[in-house]
């Protein structure tokens, strides 16, 4: 089975840089993704790790070791619209191949003046 | 690109009726979609895998005969709820397995159900 942990809450204020870790156990590893979920809406895509190292995307990176199960999602230059729940999935190796994801219960981001 | 699209955003209905919800891959073709649910604050809990062509894959302790689920193309996958009860009140969000390396999940817009 996996297992994947978030924390849960964090506020932060507009330009600042926030990081938010997801540590995971899971049998066999094929990727780990992070989205943003604004309240009351599906999530969005914003990175892909499959590789130990950093990934850098704008104003967003995620970082991958997966020697220790860790991910985070290091956010930069912080916006109002930053605020939203943050989804760590992790997608494990499946026989069927059908790439099922399993997500964390998500870290809420407040962003404030 | 990559857009998933779901019909109807919301729904209010009556205990006892069923309502059916529709997932479209809109610009790419999707082999295999998924149907998640979520309470509020709570993770998306995978309900099920939707294979076109075959029969879906359920998680452990969804009831098969109870959420019906129809992928008879590569672009359109539905997701029926029987005899809806108020438990079954609950963000209903499907995704559309894009191709490529990543094989990234690309989400629907999310359904929200109400039943009475």
């Known amino acids: 089975g996996q297992n994947i942990d978030q924390p849960t809450e964090m506020t932060a204020t507009e330009g600042a840089i926030v990081q938010i870790n997801c540590t995971y156990q899971t049998s066999g590893f094929n990727g780990l993704f992070w989205y943003q979920q604004h309240a009351g809406e599906a999530p969005t895509f914003l990175s892909y790790?499959?590789?130990?190292g950093l990934e850098e995307k704008g104003r967003f990176s995620s970082f991958l070791s997966r020697s220790k199960g860790y991910s985070y999602l290091l956010l930069k230059e912080l916006q109002m619209k930053d605020s939203a729940s943050y989804l760590c999935?992790?997608?494990?190796?499946?026989?069927?191949?059908?790439?099922?994801?399993?997500f964390g219960k998500g870290n809420q981001v407040v962003v404030i003046p | 690109g990559a857009v998933v699209s779901q019909h109807p955003s919301w729904v209010i209905c009556k205990s006892g009726t069923s309502v059916k919800i529709e997932c479209r891959s809109l610009d790419f073709q999707a082999t295999t979609m998924f149907w998640y649910r979520q309470f509020p604050k709570q993770s998306l809990m995978l309900m099920a895998t939707s294979n076109e062509g075959s029969k879906a894959t359920y998680e452990q302790g969804v009831e098969k005969d109870k959420f019906l689920i129809n992928h008879a193309s590569l672009t359109l996958s539905t997701l029926t709820v029987t005899s809806a009860h108020p438990e079954d009140s609950s963000f209903y969000i499907c995704s559309a397995r894009g191709q490529g390396a990543a094989d990234t999940q690309y989400f629907g817009p999310g359904t929200r159900l109400t039943v009475l």
């Open positions: 999935a992790v997608r494990p190796l499946q026989p069927d191949g059908n790439n099922r994801l399993a």
């Open positions: 790790n499959v590789l130990d």
